[in-house]
């Protein structure tokens, strides 16, 4: 960008320390920087009154301070109500509102405040009744000095984050100062003018002005939906280069057809569903070419995506590497536990028994080969430095582990394919340190039970492509869910215990791990797990034992809670959500969950996913405490809806990509997670990025020149893992 957006606010502005301290508390340095402040909001201007010149009927805002908050309840003894006075300089009015009485909570302290709404009249004196009330930090200017000049220019008033030492004014004023200095008459707009044009976008110069100043609630949608496409067009295009990047690489070719594969794929104990067949097919396609895949599987726990890594490992493995010399092809599969990789090497071990492949497992409490050589049915306790010099011979074709994969000792002789699980959980350069083994890059299948939206793994790991195993094998049971409303609490504890009469075992999670805080009005209601535990002890289930986890408690605590709950000396454990994956238990068949309306749905599916493995019909009983119909509705989707997919694509509708994943972590705005709803604008914002990826892989034309100096500005802003 050009200079004059660098220009130091410290310089061009005067500052307080408090202001200074602000700025620097949001990231706030440059002109640049707030004009990319955007409002967080727009509210129709009222026309600003100082209270001695209120009328009945006015509909207006007035700024003061909120005094003599009380609460009380109305005579019939039924409404709660909350009260107080505004006060400014120029007189005082009496404020009402009907059943909110926590705003007393709230406003205590005589803040100043801007009141909006219409004046009624009660009893012969004004007053307001059920105003929209917000706090302030400073008396808004045109109402001391009366400058209704200012006042009804612009229809709407956008509204900026605050902090202390920096009201939404401010940035009001520091945007109108901006503006002024001609600063946007020298931007050159980062997104090509053919793309403007082609989707209707304003132009960087009308956007800025239009966010900033609506004139109609058109101009700030317009600027917003620009911006929006503006960040993810350039996530795409750092994506699609990435992605090119890695096709200009080498890797082994693996030539092998579904029908070299019949013989392995007859010895398996089922048939692959249609949708672990299309997977196959495309890893397949995949492996011919002559550069490396970079390939996403996504599928619900249970779709079978550790069976359709060990077919794509079968032909990596059977696939001689091109010298010709000596053994195969070498796989290598990371898990993020040690509890998952050696349950991956267990099924790797049986899926290949009988078929002469060796298995290496490597993890940070040591190391075991399959087969051993006394018995050629079992795995055997190996060294590590035994372990490595096979894998680098190139005598142990599959080598499963942790972290411990990745470390700089281990060295194999013909990496040709990479499985990660959970990617999520790895850095972005642990997997390239993996990736890059040799001179020649492995192929990479990374796999996630995570439900994303389509749109957002698009958008995060555009440089993947994706596969969505979204069909689970038939004849599997489905978990029983229920949605459980307060009138049925006690029934359904009566149902549970049946299970556990038959000696089943629960899970009960819980959204927090301590006693509310009463000060939050909204945490009020929210089960603890210390909390919970205790009541259902005391009150619900006397006869059994029950332990707590969470995450704060010392590794070797959870360790112990769970060793115990796995040998089922504790038959009811008490949890947040934050339990560790791998966490498998198959005699426990039933989950509660509590205050459900507090989790997303693909989240509340991932919870369920927990008692899935059992061999008994499993429930999972969806407890929600709010009394709206709305609520009840979305949950009722946990029925309803065919896998964590559907599930995530509603939340995503619903709520929203801000409030469900972890944008902060990955350095997305809000508004850039906004346009995650929108699909239309994610897949133009990726064509338009690859068209010019291909077209100019190293953006070295001259008009992509501001392409690149754009994407290289933003290096390191984002960091999808
Ligand atoms: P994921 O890794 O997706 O959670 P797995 O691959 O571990 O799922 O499969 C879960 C279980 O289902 C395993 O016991 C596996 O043997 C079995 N399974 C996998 N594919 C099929 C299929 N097509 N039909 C029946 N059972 C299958
Ligand atoms: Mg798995």
């Given at each position: 960008m050009t200079d004059i957006l660098q220009k130091p606010l410290e310089e061009n502005f005067r500052l307080n320390p408090k202001q200074k301290s602000g700025l620097k508390k949001f990231g706030l340095n440059t002109y640049g920087d707030i004009l990319n402040f955007f409002p967080i909001r727009y509210e129709k201007t009222l026309t600003q009154k100082p209270i001695n010149g209120l009328q009945k009927e006015d509909e207006v805002s007035v700024y003061g301070r909120l005094s003599n908050l009380e609460t009380g309840k109305t005579w019939s003894g039924k409404r709660p109500f909350s009260r107080g006075t505004l006060v400014d300089p120029t007189g005082k009015i009496k404020i009402l509102w009907l059943n909110q009485p926590y705003l007393a909570k709230m406003f205590a302290g005589n803040p100043l405040v801007k009141i909006s709404g219409k004046v009624s009249e009660r009893k012969n004196t004004l007053c307001f009744v059920n105003p929209t009330i917000d706090k302030i930090t400073e008396i808004p200017l045109p109402i001391l000095n009366q400058d209704s000049e200012n006042q009804d220019k612009n229809p709407f008033e956008p509204i900026y984050k605050e902090t202390t030492g920096l009201s939404s004014r401010w940035f009001y004023f520091a945007v109108q100062k901006i503006l002024r200095s001609g600063i946007l008459e020298e931007q050159k707009d980062p997104i090509p003018s053919e793309i403007l044009k082609k989707y209707n976008l304003p132009?960087?110069?009308?956007?800025?002005?239009?966010i900033h100043i609506p004139k109609k609630e058109g101009d700030y949608l317009a600027a917003r939906k620009r911006f929006?496409?503006?960040?993810?067009?350039?996530i795409q295009l750092?994506?699609?280069?990435?992605?090119?990047?890695?096709?200009?690489?080498?890797?082994?070719?693996?030539?092998?057809?579904?029908?070299?594969?019949?013989?392995?794929?007859k010895k398996l104990p089922f048939r692959l569903t249609d949708a672990q067949d299309r997977a196959v097919s495309e890893i397949l396609r995949d492996f011919k070419r002559e550069f490396p895949m970079s390939r996403l599987l996504e599928g619900d726990v249970g779709s079978g995506k550790t069976a359709v890594a060990a077919i794509a490992s079968y032909a990596t493995i059977s696939t001689p590497p091109p010298d010709n010399k000596f053994g195969g092809l070498q796989v290598a599969y990371m898990a993020p536990t040690e509890i998952l990789a050696n349950q991956h090497f267990k099924t790797f071990v049986e899926t290949f028994a009988g078929l002469n492949i060796k298995v290496g497992l490597i993890t940070g409490s040591g190391c075991k080969k399959f087969p051993s050589k006394i018995n050629p049915n079992e795995a055997t306790t190996i060294s590590k430095s035994q372990l490595l010099k096979w894998v680098a011979q190139g005598e142990i074709p599959i080598l499963i582990g942790t972290h411990s994969l990745i470390e700089k000792k281990v060295n194999f002789k013909n990496l040709a394919f990479v499985i990660i699980d959970e990617q999520h959980r790895f850095g972005t350069a642990q997997r390239s340190r993996l990736r890059k083994k040799d001179d020649i890059l492995p192929h990479l299948l990374s796999m996630t039970a995570t439900p994303i939206p389509r749109t957002l793994a698009l958008t995060i790991y555009g440089d993947l492509d994706l596969t969505i195993l979204d069909q689970m094998p038939s004849g599997r049971k489905p978990?029983?869910?229920e949605i459980v409303t307060p009138q049925k609490r006690k029934e359904t504890y009566e149902k549970i215990r049946h299970e556990l009469v038959a000696g089943r075992q629960l899970y009960v999670?819980?959204?927090?791990?301590?006693?509310?805080?009463?000060?939050?009005?909204?945490?009020?209601?929210?089960k603890s797990v210390t909390e919970e535990a205790r009541r259902l002890k005391k009150e619900i289930f006397p006869e059994y034992e029950i332990g707590i986890l969470h995450s704060k408690l010392k590794k070797d605590e959870k360790e112990k809670v769970?060793?115990?709950?796995?040998?089922?000396?504790i038959q009811i454990l008490c949890a947040t959500s934050v339990v560790e994956v791998g966490v498998n238990v198959p005699n426990a068949t039933t989950i509660i969950i509590e205050g459900a309306e507090r989790f997303g749905l693909a989240q509340l599916h991932q919870l369920r996913g927990r008692v899935l493995r059992s061999r008994h019909q499993a429930y999972c009983f969806v407890f929600s405490d709010s009394k709206s119909g709305k609520s009840i509705e979305r949950l009722k989707a946990m029925i309803t809806a065919k896998n964590g997919f559907e599930l995530a694509e509603l939340d995503l509708a619903q709520r929203g990509a801000g409030e469900l994943y972890g944008q902060k972590q990955w350095g997305i705005t809000d508004l850039g997670m906004e346009a995650i709803k929108n699909i239309k604008m994610v897949e133009a914002a990726r064509n338009e990025a690859r068209e010019i990826v291909e077209s100019d892989p190293e953006l070295?034309?001259?008009k992509h020149q501001h392409?690149?100096?754009?994407?290289?500005?933003?290096?390191?802003?984002?960091?999808?893992?």
């Open positions: 132009t960087l110069k009308s956007s800025f002005v239009w929006a496409f503006q960040e993810i067009f350039f750092e994506k699609q280069k990435e992605r090119k990047a890695s096709q200009e690489k080498k890797s082994f070719r693996i030539e092998k057809t579904k029908k070299d594969l019949e013989g392995f794929l978990v029983i869910t999670v819980c959204p927090r791990i301590n006693e509310a805080d009463p000060e939050k009005e909204m945490a009020l209601n929210v769970m060793d115990k709950f796995t040998k089922n000396e070295k034309e001259p392409l690149k100096e754009i994407l290289e500005n933003q290096k390191g802003k984002y960091h999808f893992e």
